[in-house]
């Protein structure tokens, strides 16, 4: 026999974790039912991006609340009113490789915004995250800035890339993720305390080479096929 439904609460917007108020992590039915297909091991790599893509546009429409809007007047076919349009220009920020499927569904919510891109790999030596790639607008500053990167496991690259986001200029900036560990919120909440966290899910812990239990694996071979 199956499970009876259960009816969630119905909040206005996803509650900020009570321990971390930097954090907020969508307990929606629909975010939830997806990554739950993400999870699965079973589920190749064209409906892994799909999901993925969806499941950040979905995610879209909370991390914009707090952009700021200006008021402007728009005439309809009736009579001019007023409106509202979101003031500075946005950039997203994928991390390689892993961030650009979630940066297309978010593009598909916003597709004014620019897209910078980052990549970075663990020194070998140092094990300190490693730039290879940054390609950004020059104008960064010029609005809000959507750092992009599915798992935050250890939060070193994430680190690193807030770190480089903000010596660019960026002064608005939040993190989209898809699955976060304690460990990785816990070292962006102490490296970079003002940015908030968007995630679909808040896992138990990392394992001994640094993956997310129960987590869905390594992102990008599952979304690329090459695991
Ligand atoms: N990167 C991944 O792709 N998966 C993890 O679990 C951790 C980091």
Redo the contacts with the bound molecule.
């Keep these: 026999m199956d499970t009876p439904p259960t009816t969630p609460p119905n909040p206005a917007h996803p509650p900020n974790s009570p321990s971390s108020p930097n954090l907020v992590v969508f307990d929606h039915p629909l975010i939830q039912h997806k990554l739950t297909y993400i999870r699965d091991f079973t589920t190749s790599y064209r409906p892994f991006r799909a999901l993925l893509y969806q499941i950040a546009g979905l995610m879209c429409f909370e991390v914009t609340r707090t952009f700021p809007t200006r008021p402007v007047a728009v005439q309809t076919p009736l009579e001019t009113t007023s409106g509202r349009k979101i003031a500075g220009t946005i950039t997203v920020v994928p991390v390689l490789r892993?961030g650009l499927a979630m940066a297309e569904g978010i593009l598909e919510m916003m597709p004014e915004a620019r897209v910078g891109h980052l990549g970075l790999v663990r020194d070998e030596h140092t094990l300190q995250p490693k730039v290879y790639l940054k390609r950004l607008p020059v104008d960064v500053a010029a609005g809000p800035v959507v750092l992009v990167d599915?798992?935050l496991?250890t939060g070193g690259s994430a680190s690193a890339a807030l770190t480089i986001l903000r010596e660019a200029g960026a002064k608005d900036l939040r993190m989209i993720c898809l699955?976060a560990s304690p460990e990785g919120v816990a070292r962006l909440h102490k490296d970079h305390p003002e940015v908030t966290i968007y995630a679909a899910a808040l896992d138990r812990q990392?394992n001994e080479k640094?993956?997310?239990l129960p987590?869905?694996?390594?992102?990008?071979?599952r979304m690329y096929g090459t695991g």
Excluded: E, H, K, R
């Design positions: 892993s599915p798992m496991a699955v990392l640094g993956y997310i987590g869905l694996g390594d992102a990008g071979d």
